[in-house]
């Protein structure tokens, strides 16, 4: 029997439209604007002034702190701005504005498609090439992957997963690059086991991708310790907590961090982007982005230069379409809905999908009929139905605290699965903030 | 500028909705009802268009002119309570039994805890002991009326093979005699049997609505199944004691309220624990409050008494009984 996890979980139609399209390159942009907020924690400092010349790969932000991470230029050119933008909630962020003007890399990097399979490099070497790369965890939550790769002193990582689940619909962008790049997330897999000192790999992919199944299998075959993991399918597998669980048969304490089981995890775009600023000196620039939705006529895979206007990547699949009522940059359970067309693709940006208003609309919330499905539904195990009364009671923290509402993952499976068309995540991740915040000033003080 | 939606994530949702579980609920009585309107005709009917329609009509009045909030008779649940009543009626009950019913079901029992999702006992259960409370003689009164498509007399026109069987126990007969004198057979309980609420008559129509609830996703299981196996347990434990006195599985299983009740009400959304753990206890005590009602208490049957008992104890199982969390247990590496 294939393996998943245990509790709760949901099936939402896959949707994977765009699961035969090869990753095509997307055109450079004339002008690039590139955040200084592409990883979780502090925003990058800017580096170069306006009217600077810089060459794709050159560094144009710097770490402002232990979590953050450098920001480089994607494409050649002179640089028009330093300024605030907004993001795509509409938020003010730094941006460094390039004009493009050809497409000169720095010398350092290896642009040949030569697989490099020889790993030169001590933990620490790796730790540092990773960091002065830029590389940021793909799978979404975009935290700097040197940070991840370098746990603390007591702890001792025992397992590297790798997650190649892409549980959410419609996304295949880490489809793609398990069946066209294997053997270059093979390698960055390993680089990352030699940076955590570990001897044990499993890679966990959905059994509805069986090609990249196939082709990540033969990939590892020559590598005795990494082992490729069929999972059966089911949402939200992706969740480091839940992948965890499937691989190892251990769970994650509450508001501890997987090292706690001895497991670190990394998704396989990550991999792919540490072996090319270990192996091949490039610093993390581009994105591979799925561009998809029902309402789309021609379902695509690109890879993208970081900094790329959304609204650019829309013209190529013909212009926003008619039917079209929601964009959101990730997947359809836990992406964000754009409200700003003119924000620019960042490192982990995976996906734009277009929703239709059918498939996407939120219905007028009814009362809880207390059918027990958001319940069934939640892979934490947690009650939504109550979390959301308590919730709307106000007040009730030490209530929320007891029903462990920071365990909440925020995967959505409660407001997905809900009946009555209660908005119970967005409930619930109010109360999740005023709780932590409450938890993490007592144990200051203590 | 395109106008797009903003919204928190996720981003998608299930087509169901309370409307299509209610309606899925209908569906699922539905062959139950063709098989009571075959056998009781107009009746049959007409108890449930009773049923449906003055339930539904309490809960617009209610909420139109009393409560003033927006009416949602559109969700089909009142429909539900409606057509759930009608079914635990005698088939020769009048038209107005059923209306008093709903106005009880609905006006008293849900809508006076705050409608739809709010109450605590099962509102067609409360209208029936109700009116089994109020009108004994009408709700014990089993003849059967005129069918259409049915015509010569039949085997049991007196009362349920539980009301027999008390009967005869109490005038000092065994069971196998009673069971010998009314002719009794398994096949008959299972497929139909005449004698017994509108909607007991056929125990496979029930059953063929359970498999569509599961299918459909409607219902879990866990109750339906452990208030059967436990009655079945228990009665087959007391059979073994004494198979004089104490009927056995098959009987219990078969006859009276034990299937439309394990399967339609104990099942209520509403008045059912939530968590898998609170859905097994409070089955568990269904069944054995039902065993123990048939076997030792004054009335022959014993399963509404059972589910609205085992109503009062859901607000406690829901405490106590938490799903699997998935923090809790920790297995160090």
Not at chain 1, 265 to 286: F, S
Not at chain 2, 187 to 204: C, D, H, P, T
Request: aromatic share 8%; with cysteine; glycine share 8%.
């Amino acid at each position: 029997m294939k393996l998943t996890f245990s509790i709760g979980g949901i099936h939402p139609k896959e949707n994977k439209l765009s699961r035969d399209a090869h990753i095509e390159t997307f055109p450079i942009p004339d002008v690039a604007y590139i955040s200084m907020a592409q990883h979780l924690g502090s925003p990058a400092e800017p580096v170069v002034q306006k009217g600077d010349k810089v060459k794709a790969g050159q560094v144009i932000g710097k770490p402002t702190g232990f979590i953050s991470g450098f920001v480089h230029s994607s494409v050649s050119g002179t640089v028009t701005a330093v300024e605030s933008k907004g993001d795509l909630a509409g938020n003010p962020v730094m941006h460094v504005v390039i004009a493009v003007e050809g497409d000169e890399w720095c010398e350092e990097i290896d642009r040949s498609k030569d697989i490099v399979r020889e790993i030169p490099f001590s933990s620490e070497e790796i730790l540092e090439k990773i960091k002065n790369a830029g590389v940021v965890g793909l799978g979404g939550a975009a935290f700097p992957t040197h940070v991840k790769l370098n746990p603390p002193k007591d702890k001792k990582a025992e397992w590297l997963i790798i997650n190649g689940t892409e549980c959410e619909p419609y996304i295949t962008s880490d489809d793609r690059i398990m069946r066209e790049r294997p053997d270059e997330i093979v390698i960055g897999s390993v680089i990352m086991m030699k940076a955590l000192k570990v001897e044990k790999c499993y890679i966990g992919i959905e059994d509805n991708k069986p090609e990249a199944i196939t082709s990540m299998t033969k990939a590892a075959s020559q590598y005795p310790q990494i082992k490729v993991v069929p999972l059966k399918k089911k949402y939200p597998q992706g969740g480091e907590k839940q992948l965890i669980e499937a691989l190892t048969g251990y769970r994650v304490p509450s508001l501890a961090l997987p090292i706690e089981v001895g497991a670190v995890v990394h998704n396989v775009g990550t991999a792919l982007a540490v072996y090319e600023a270990v192996q091949k000196n490039k610093p993390l620039i581009d994105s591979i982005i799925t561009v998809t939705g029902t309402c789309v006529p021609h379902h695509r895979n690109f890879i993208v230069r970081v900094g790329t206007p959304f609204s650019k990547m829309l013209d190529a699949i013909g212009g926003l379409p008619k039917d079209a009522a929601k964009l959101v940059c990730g997947g359809p359970m836990m992406g964000k809905a754009v409200a700003n067309l003119e924000a620019s693709t960042l490192k982990a940006v995976s996906s734009l999908l277009l929703l239709t208003e059918a498939e996407t609309k939120r219905k007028e919330e009814s009362n809880c009929i207390r059918c027990a499905k958001c319940t069934e539904a939640c892979p934490m195990g947690l009650e939504p139905y109550l979390l959301n009364k308590l919730s709307r009671i106000g007040g009730l923290y030490d209530e929320l605290e007891q029903e462990k509402v920071h365990d909440c993952i925020e995967c959505g499976c409660c407001l997905y699965s809900c009946p009555a068309h209660i908005p119970l995540l967005d409930i619930i991740r109010v109360s999740k903030a005023e709780v932590l915040t409450i938890m993490r000033n007592r144990s200051l003080k203590k | 500028m395109a106008r797009l939606l903003i919204s928190g994530a996720p981003h998608l949702h299930v087509k169901e909705s309370t409307q299509s579980l209610m309606r899925d609920v209908l569906i699922a009585l539905a062959p139950s009802l063709l098989v009571s309107i075959y056998f009781f005709g107009f009746s049959a009917i007409k108890l449930v268009l009773v049923g449906v329609i003055s339930s539904v009509f309490v809960e617009y009045v209610i909420q139109k002119f009393i409560l003033k909030t927006k009416v949602t008779i559109n969700d089909f649940s009142a429909a539900v309570t409606g057509c759930l009543l009608a079914l635990n009626l005698p088939p020769s009950s009048p038209w107005w039994l059923v209306f008093i019913g709903a106005i009880v079901a609905i006006g008293i029992v849900k809508m006076t805890f705050g409608g739809l999702g709010q109450n605590i006992f099962n509102p067609a259960l409360v209208g029936r002991v109700f009116l089994l409370i109020s009108f004994p003689t009408l709700m014990t009164d089993w003849s059967i009326p005129e069918s259409w498509f049915r015509s010569g007399v039949d085997a049991f026109t007196g009362a349920t093979p539980l009301a027999i069987t008390q009967e005869g126990l109490a005038a000092g007969l065994t069971l196998p005699e009673i069971f010998a004198a009314n002719e009794f057979t398994f096949r008959e309980m299972i497929f139909v049997k005449i004698g017994g609420s509108v909607g007991e008559v056929s125990a496979l129509a029930l059953i063929l609505g359970f498999v569509y609830l599961l299918i459909r996703k409607v219902i879990r299981p866990h109750i339906p199944l452990v208030i059967l196996g436990t009655i079945a347990a228990m009665t087959g434990i007391f059979n073994l004691i004494n198979p004089d006195i104490y009927t056995g599985p098959l009987f219990n299983i078969f006859t009276g309220g034990v299937l439309l009740g394990a399967i339609f009400m104990a099942t209520d959304y509403v008045t059912s624990p939530m968590s898998v753990k609170g859905m097994v206890i409070y089955a568990f005590g269904i069944g054995v409050i039902t065993v123990l009602i048939r076997y030792f208490g004054a009335y022959p049957e014993g399963v509404s008494f059972a589910i609205l008992i085992m109503n009062m104890t859901v607000p406690l199982l829901n405490k106590y009984c938490k799903p699997k969390r998935y923090a809790k247990e920790v297995k160090h590496g």
